[in-house]
């Protein structure tokens, strides 16, 4: 079975500074997904980022991007310029790449807290 | 309402209650899932309805009855709980068949439960 690990409970970072979130996962699949949630203390879980396995180039959405290394299994988070906004939980997300409706496996998440 | 509602936001209850928590989802999916998420452990996938069939129970006592009587509605129905089911239950939804693992489920912004 795949695992995500995401070794930083909690992560704070100076506003307009940049943060890096850690995770890693076991997979013996060649074929995936990952993503990056958000979930603000609101409470509603948004995707930030996806990346596919089979793509070499790491995923950027504005001020969010990845660094995936597939054979080391990590997909890290980095976001730059933070924002207060950005406070949230951020959870790792992994997701077979079958035609069946796999389910999403996540990470227990990091705490981001912005400092201003 | 947009995106992914569910009722109510925050529920007390004694463990020989009986309740029920409601989500819809206006997006068109027909693929509905119930997570469990705890302090400090990974998001739990409680139950997956894809096209109006339960596709996955991961081993969640009967305690917890899911009904999904149409693609937008899914309800989680609870008896005789016990206080470690207190939790955030989230809800979610995406589009199945999929034609790649790419796409992302859209989450409800949960209830926040309480079993004395």
């Known amino acids: ?116 | 309402e947009t995106g992914v509602t569910q009722t109510p936001r925050h529920l007390v209850m004694g463990m020989t209650n009986k309740k029920s928590l409601k989500c819809e989802q206006h997006l068109g999916h027909n693929a509905m899932y119930w997570y469990k998420q705890s302090a400090k452990k990974p998001l739990e996938l409680m139950f997956v309805y894809s096209l109006e069939e339960r596709v996955e129970n991961n081993s969640v006592p009967s305690r917890f009855s899911p009904e999904c009587p149409n693609s937008s509605h899914l309800f989680l129905h609870l008896h005789t709980l016990q206080p470690e089911d207190s939790a955030l239950y989230l809800c979610a939804s995406s589009q199945y068949p999929r034609t790649s693992g790419r796409d992302e489920q859209f989450f409800g912004p949960g209830t926040r439960l309480t079993v004395l």
Do not use: H
């Not at chain 1, 997909?75 to 997701?95: E, N, P, V």
């Open chain 1, 1 to 116: 079975a795949q695992t995500v690990t995401q070794s930083q409970p909690e992560m704070s970072v100076q506003e307009a500074e940049t943060v890096t979130l850690s995770c890693t996962y076991d997979t013996s699949e060649s074929d995936y997904y990952l993503f990056w949630y958000k979930q603000p203390p609101s409470r509603q879980m948004i995707l930030v980022i996806r990346q596919e396995a089979y793509k070499q180039q790491n995923a950027t959405e504005n001020r969010f991007s990845v660094n995936f290394q597939k054979a080391a299994k990590s997909f890290s988070l980095k976001i730059s310029d933070s924002q207060l906004g950005d406070a949230a939980m951020y959870f790792c997300a992994y997701r077979s790449a079958d035609s069946g409706n796999t389910p999403l496996v996540f990470g227990k998440g990091t705490r981001l807290s912005v400092i201003a």
